[in-house]
C-alpha cells in the first residue's frame, strides 16, 4: 500500500498534469518560428531605420523603438493566431499583451540596446573577424546588428515566459469557437 501511494506522490510531484508539458514543448516550438519570423521582420526594419534613415548611433533607441511598434502589431497577430491559437484570447488578453509590450518598447528594449551598444571590445573583434574574411561590413553595421541580437534574444526569452502564463493564459476556447474554426478550417 505504501508502495501504490509512493508512486501516486511521485507522478503528482514529479508532474502533476503530463499534458501540460507538451502543451509547452508546442507553444515554445510555435513560439520560435514566429519569433524568428517576428525576429527577422523586426531587423529589417530596424536596419533600414538605423542605417539609411535615422544614421546615428545615439539614437539607436529611436529605430528600437519604431520597428518594435510596428513588429508589436505583427506579433499580437500572429501569436493569437497560430501561436496560442487554441486558447481563448479576451479583451483582457489584449490589453496585458500591448501593455507589456509598451513598457518592452519604451524603457526595456531600448535600454537594453543602448546598453549592448556599449560593448564595443566585443564588436571591435567582431568587425576585425568580418575584415578578415574579407566581409565589407562597416563598424556601425556590427555594432548596431550585435546589439539588435542581444536585446532580441534578452527580450525573446522574457515575452515567452510573460504570454504563456499571463497573457493568453490557461483558458481554452469555448467549445463552439473551436466547433466554428474546425469547420471554416
Known amino acids: 500500500m ?4 509512493n508512486k501516486t506522490e511521485e507522478k503528482t510531484l514529479e ?13 515554445a516550438t510555435r513560439y520560435l518560428f514566429v519569433g524568428i519570423f517576428l525576429t ?16 546615428n548611433n545615439d539614437l539607436l533607441w529611436l529605430s528600437t523603438t519604431i520597428a518594435t511598434f510596428i513588429t508589436t502589431i505583427v506579433a499580437y497577430l500572429m501569436h493569437s493566431k497560430i501561436t496560442w491559437k487554441e486558447r481563448h484570447v479576451t479583451k483582457t488578453a489584449v490589453y496585458k499583451f500591448f501593455i507589456w509590450n509598451l513598457l518592452l518598447t519604451f524603457p526595456i528594449g531600448p535600454g537594453l540596446t543602448q546598453f549592448f551598444s556599449l560593448f564595443t571590445p566585443l564588436y571591435e573583434f567582431a568587425h576585425n573577424i568580418c575584415q578578415n574574411l574579407h566581409l565589407d561590413f562597416s563598424y556601425e553595421f556590427v555594432l548596431t546588428t550585435g546589439a539588435f541580437v542581444l536585446t532580441t534574444a534578452v527580450t525573446m526569452i522574457m515575452n515567452f515566459l510573460l504570454y504563456d502564463k499571463f497573457v493568453f493564459g490557461k483558458s481554452k476556447k469555448p467549445k463552439k469557437a473551436e466547433k466554428s474554426e474546425k469547420e471554416h478550417a
Do not use: G
Request: proline fraction near 6%; avoid cysteine.
Open 15 to 27: 508532474n502533476p498534469d503530463p499534458k501540460a508539458d507538451v502543451k509547452t514543448a508546442t507553444h
Open 40 to 55: 527577422v521582420f523586426n531587423y529589417i526594419l530596424y536596419t533600414i531605420l538605423s542605417n539609411l534613415i535615422i544614421k
Open 2 to 5: 505504501d508502495t501504490d501511494s
